[in-house]
């Protein structure tokens, strides 16, 4: 028979809920299985998601057993960079909105000698908070 740790795991209640403070005994058969791993176990309701807070070597009130261990490098990696197009995508927005009054500002300037004027001081002003 295979060598079988017992891991001690909070499992989620919910899908918008933190993990339980409760912490449930399951066999883990699977060596590569570390504390703070997300894993899928066998529970009497069913499959549920839980974290491994610790292990332990003795398991008599272990009845159910792990799975197999979330791998959520992929999905972190994806989430992580659709996060950063978002962030990128609206930099970008900002810029083309603020580059777009300048240039509404530029064209209609050349037919409204005040709001040339205006304009003017404007670059003026901010051009000597650039620098």
């Known amino acids: 028979m295979d060598i079988c740790l017992i891991a001690r795991v909070k499992l989620k209640e919910s899908f918008c809920e933190d993990f339980t403070e409760k912490i449930y005994d399951f066999k883990c058969y ?14 009497q309701y069913g ?29 972190n990696f994806r989430k992580n960079k ?29 037919e409204d000698k005040e709001l040339s004027d205006l304009l003017d001081k404007y670059k003026e002003i901010y051009k000597d908070l650039k620098e």
């Open 30 to 43: 699977d060596e590569n299985v570390d504390i703070d791993d997300l894993v899928l176990v066998d529970t």
């Open 47 to 75: 499959v549920a998601v839980g974290k491994v807070v610790n292990f332990r070597l003795d398991g008599s009130n272990a009845k159910k057993e792990v799975i197999c261990k979330c791998d959520t490098t992929d999905f």
């Open 82 to 110: 659709r996060e950063e197009l978002k962030t990128l995508k609206e930099k970008m927005d900002m810029k083309v909105k603020n580059l777009q009054e300048l240039a509404v500002y530029e064209m209609l300037s050349k």
